[in-house]
């Protein structure tokens, strides 16, 4: 497993279900070894019984590199590693600078059998949401005129002027590095598709993009994520007479926090509990800010920061209802199957994988993501049925474990 992420440097999703996979498969009897990189003299560690070798992050900051010209200057350490370790199958997790394309090339060059998963969109889109201009979802095949058009919008260039601009700076190739960043994104597919045995998808959207941007479908594989617990709805405890809705995620303007905020002006509050639960992010620190000072002034909201993974069930637990107001298309999200495997049903935003995942009145609902009123209705609604008994409450939880998914990579494993 080679990733830039896992414990016990850094904790998110990805490193979730890197260990994930890694304890099952050991389970199962097969050695399991994780490659990643560290700041320091480090070159190995264990955690929780697995594993990690490390390579240095790459040093190399110049342009060509970034823009994925040139490999890393941690290549040649990566391909001493892997020449060490001898594994059947690598299996890789992650897209950067440290561990990229030209890294997956090295590995396909020293002769063994690469897999990617693809956990998120920015694989395939510069904008890194499949948002076009922010507003509407993208096909997602990488074009140089539009999706460099996108990509000035999201520079802060006036729309209007988004596309007249791309034209003109791809006609005089100025500046070079904005000009050519499609090119470097189309370059870096085509690397994938010639450098990997099997290319994993988590999602059907994610599938469609690829074979657009010309990958065969026989080099793509479909295996959702997991989660390692589950409960039947009998478990779930009993809950207040008060709607209790919940939110779990970062505090970035992309998981639509502040709509799921704005939704409940055109909500009766005075039967409503709302309990978030926050990982704060550096980059936003304003968003994170502005939504936790709304969130205190609420007298029946509570704020969380930095909720553990082991404490994340027991506050699903509590919950009538998980909101995810993603405004962005997701690969998941994650929580969206821990929601579900604690049978607490998902009012989530009509985009990418949550759209996939939630059966509309059978484990959840979607809206429009950003139609704040459509949203609150919704919640108002939800009152009045927890007050009748009516509310969805029973749902049949998520059946998608650990092992199954760990079974399904066996298979692509073996068949390598």
């Known amino acids: 497993m080679v990733t830039e992420y896992f414990y016990p440097q850094s904790s998110g999703g990805t490193e979730l279900y890197v260990y994930n996979l890694a304890t099952i498969l050991q389970e199962y009897e097969h050695e399991v070894n994780v490659l990643s990189v560290f700041d320091g003299d480090k070159k190995s560690d264990t955690y929780r019984g697995i594993n990690i070798a490390y390579i240095p992050f790459n040093q190399d900051f110049r342009t060509e590199v970034i823009n994925g010209d040139k490999p890393a200057d941690n290549t040649e350490s990566f391909t001493n590693a892997i020449c060490k370790i001898k594994p059947d199958v690598i299996h890789f997790h992650t897209l950067t600078t440290s561990i990229g394309a030209d890294h997956i090339i090295a590995a396909k060059q020293a002769g063994f059998k690469t897999v990617l998963t693809s956990h998120i969109a920015s694989h395939t889109c510069i904008r890194g949401t499949l948002m076009q201009m922010g507003k509407f979802v993208c096909d997602g095949k990488v074009e140089e005129q539009k999706c460099l058009s996108c990509y000035l919008q999201l520079r802060k260039v006036p729309e209007p002027f988004c596309n007249p601009t791309a034209m003109l700076m791809r006609f005089i190739n100025f500046p070079n590095n904005t000009a050519q960043v499609v090119k470097h994104k189309q370059n870096e597919l085509q690397k994938l598709r010639n450098a990997i045995d099997q290319l994993v998808v988590v999602s059907n959207w994610q599938r469609d993009v690829f074979i657009k941007n010309g990958f065969p479908n026989q080099q793509i594989s479909l295996c959702r994520q997991a989660v390692t617990i589950q409960k039947t709805p009998s478990e779930i405890k009993q809950k207040s007479d008060k709607l209790i809705i919940g939110f779990i995620g970062r ?71 998980l909101c995810v107001p993603s405004q962005v298309s997701e690969t998941g999200p994650f929580v969206v199957y821990e929601s579900l495997a604690q049978g607490v049903p998902v009012l989530g935003s009509d985009l990418g994988g949550i759209a996939e995942l939630i059966s509309e009145g059978k484990n959840g609902w979607l809206f429009p993501r950003q139609d704040e009123k459509y949203l609150g209705s919704l919640i108002a609604s939800f009152i009045t049925q927890k007050l009748e008994g009516k509310l969805l409450n029973h749902i049949e939880p998520i059946n998608r474990s650990v092992n199954k998914l760990a079974e399904e990579m066996v298979e692509i494993y073996g068949k390598l």
């Open 251 to 321: 505090a970035t303007a992309v998981k639509g926090l502040h709509v799921l905020l704005s939704s409940l002006k055109y909500v009766p509050t005075d039967q409503l509990e709302l309990k978030i639960a926050v990982i704060p992010t550096l980059t936003e620190l304003d968003y994170y800010r502005q939504q936790k000072q709304h969130v205190e002034s609420l007298p029946y909201a509570t704020w969380t920061e930095n909720l553990p993974n082991e404490n994340i069930n027991s506050f699903l637990q509590e919950l009538d209802i």
